[in-house]
Nanobody, 122 residues
Framework: QVHLVESGGGLVQAGGSLRLSCAGS????????VGWFRQALGNQRQFVGS????????FYPDTLKGRFTVSRDNAKNMVYLQMNALEPEDTAIYYC???????????????WGQGTQVTVSS
């Protein structure tokens, strides 16, 4: 069993940065892959990045590559999403999810956090 809690969301101006945190609990968190997804109002949930259990493998959609970075600290049971050069289009609820392997598909992740709101003003 893995329990996930996101934090770090808030209101930021366009061009600014935010770092989201995903705190994991449970014995298997440090060996789990973690993905970040977001869902804007009225839209489907979208993949924004993933990291493997060891932290040496990350993957991003082309549209976000270079602005978003996923990292993890297994000693602290934490995964992070660093977001730079934020745009109003990045406004969404951001979720972290844990699963056996990294994937761009939501269905491959077994555990989900409750989400944290990110709002980017123009």
């Amino acid at each position: 069993q893995v329990h996930l809690v996101e934090s770090g969301g808030g209101l930021v101006q366009a061009g600014g940065s935010l770092r989201l945190s995903c705190a994991g609990s449970g014995r298997s968190f440090s060996s789990a892959a973690v993905g970040w997804f977001r869902q804007a109002l009225g839209n489907q949930r979208q993949f924004v990045g993933s990291i493997n259990w060891s932290g040496d493998g990350t993957f991003y959609p082309d549209t976000l590559k270079g602005r978003f970075t996923v990292s993890r600290d297994n000693a602290k049971n934490m995964v992070y999403l660093q977001m730079n050069a934020l745009e109003p289009e990045d406004t969404a609820i951001y979720y972290c999810a844990a699963g056996e392997r990294p994937s761009t598909f939501q269905s491959r992740y077994e555990y989900w956090g409750q989400g944290t709101q990110v709002t980017v003003s123009s």
